[in-house]
């Protein structure tokens, strides 16, 4: 119904910079809030960023004024520039959406996508 597709990890060295990207595609009407999470290997997932629709972001206090967030509604799109890579910032980066899709009336769910690799060497 929904699909999120993500796209832009890989591996860097620490300090380097890398910028994911995030489509979603099928039966939507709107999308509320887009964000990143992220689960490294041992731990629980975690929400890094945020942006509602009105373009108001949020950041775990983990990445602030490293991390910048952005959307672009034309193309259904979120995305994640990532600088100053630590090592403790590898792991699979999920992109979330709170879509409502046609049909559902005001009801909205949360879409996931599979992950991207994001891996940062010392």
């Known amino acids: 119904q929904v699909q999120l597709v993500e796209s832009g990890g890989g591996l860097v060295q620490a300090g380097g910079s890398l910028r994911l990207s995030c489509v979603a595609s099928g039966l939507i009407f709107r999308i509320n809030a887009m964000g990143w999470a992220r689960q490294a290997p041992g731990k629980q997932r975690e929400l890094v960023a945020e942006?509602?629709?009105?373009?108001?972001?949020n950041y775990v206090d983990s990445v602030k004024g490293r991390f910048a967030i952005s959307r672009d509604n034309a193309k259904n799109t979120v995305y994640l520039q990532m600088n100053n890579l630590k090592p403790e910032d590898t792991a699979v980066y999920y992109c979330r959406a709170d879509v409502t899709p046609t049909g559902w009336g005001l009801s909205s769910h949360y879409y996931w996508g599979q992950g991207t690799q994001v891996t940062v060497s010392s």
């Open positions: 942006v509602t629709s009105g373009n108001s972001t």
